[in-house]
């Protein structure tokens, strides 16, 4: 994966605010996932694309290791893709 840069402090305060919504899959599926801590997903990173900061996604810690496990293409289709998911973060978190 290529290095990321790291983030601006306005990206810094908005991943913060990301983190307080909570894992994002529980909008849209049905997913307990109490007790797990909330961690980033950096969208779009699949292909080996840059780590972008501005594209970031809440997901309790099982998920996010879920990725791995599974690969991404087979994780979107049990949790939804990585878009549906930004798509709800961006409008709860608008970028400024
Ligand atoms: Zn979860």
Do not use: F, Y
Not at 24 to 35: M, W
Not at 60 to 82: A, D
Request: proline share 4%; net charge positive.
């Amino acid at each position: 994966m290529a290095k990321a840069k790291p983030p601006t402090k306005k990206q810094i305060e908005r991943r913060e605010r990301i983190r307080e919504l909570g894992c994002i899959v529980q909008r849209t599926r049905k997913h307990e996932c109490k007790g797990w801590k909330i961690e980033m997903h950096h969208c779009g990173t699949n292909a080996g694309g840059r780590k972008n900061h501005d594209k970031q996604i809440p997901l309790c810690q099982w998920l996010h290791q879920e990725i791995s496990r599974l690969s991404l293409r087979v994780w979107e289709t049990i949790w939804g893709t990585e878009e549906e998911h930004l798509a709800i973060v961006e409008q709860e978190e608008p970028l400024s």
